[in-house]
């Protein structure tokens, strides 16, 4: 078995009154694609945001390469390698897009090495290119997901957390950025994914779980998952 580089346990999570995660435990190894689905409202987001320090826990624990991040920030994760694209994106708008991906190497000093992965993400997104000088508020939804998926990766994370990335998008938008996220986990990235698109995740994924009212009612290979008939009933529409 691969070294689990991430593992939640016994999580609990709340917010204004309400219990939105129960007591989920999952984990991720090196140089997994692991998928997060269910159905709205089933806790996804607030587990990712709980991994990543943006809101607290109420009980269990975060281990990130064997150790403790419970109370740790954002900032600290990304250091260590954790980076994560949030649901809606969160790009900066009033910043151009190679300024956006310029925020992403925050955390690092070598000039040069900066500008090398600035090019790759260039090529990775040729849209990008195109429009590089252009504020990032003016692009649309779909130009700020590769955005803000590049500026992730600037930080060149071990382990890179994808929140509904192909929410809001066009059918040609979603394509593209399956494709990507298909990419990012072939160079080595380990990835964890929430996703709506329960078919569309599965299919990519080495492993699957499925959360429904703030607790993990399944857990299998995607490929498996994908065929299972109460997946299938429940988040495939048969």
Do not use: C
């Amino acid at each position: 078995m691969t070294d689990i580089l991430l593992k939640v346990k016994d999580l609990q999570v709340g917010y204004g009154g309400i219990q939105a995660v129960k007591g989920v435990s999952l984990e991720v190894h090196d140089g997994e694609l692991v998928s997060l689905i269910g159905s709205n409202g089933a806790g996804k987001t607030t587990t990712m945001k709980a991994i990543t320090g943006t809101l607290s826990l109420q009980a269990g624990d975060i281990e990130y390469l064997g150790k403790s991040i419970k109370g740790q920030g954002p900032w600290d994760l990304v250091k260590q390698g954790l980076a994560m694209v949030p649901e809606g994106r969160g790009v900066f708008t009033r910043m151009t897009i190679t300024e956006n991906l310029q925020m992403g190497a925050y955390i690092r000093s070598d000039t040069a090495g900066i500008a090398d992965d600035i090019e790759k993400m260039f090529t990775i997104f040729p849209r990008l290119r195109e429009r590089k000088d252009q504020l990032a508020g003016t692009m649309s939804g779909g130009e700020q997901q590769m955005l803000a998926m590049g500026r992730a990766l600037m930080s060149r994370p071990k382990v890179l957390l994808l929140d509904e990335p192909s929410m809001g998008l066009s059918p040609i938008m979603v394509d593209k950025i399956f494709e990507v996220v298909r990419d990012v986990y072939a160079q080595g990235v380990t990835v964890l994914l929430v996703e709506q698109n329960a078919s569309r995740a599965l299919a990519i994924s080495d492993r699957g779980y499925v959360m429904d009212s703030g607790l993990i009612t399944m857990t299998g290979i995607g490929k498996d998952m994908l065929q299972d008939p109460k997946v299938r009933a429940a988040y495939l529409g048969e």
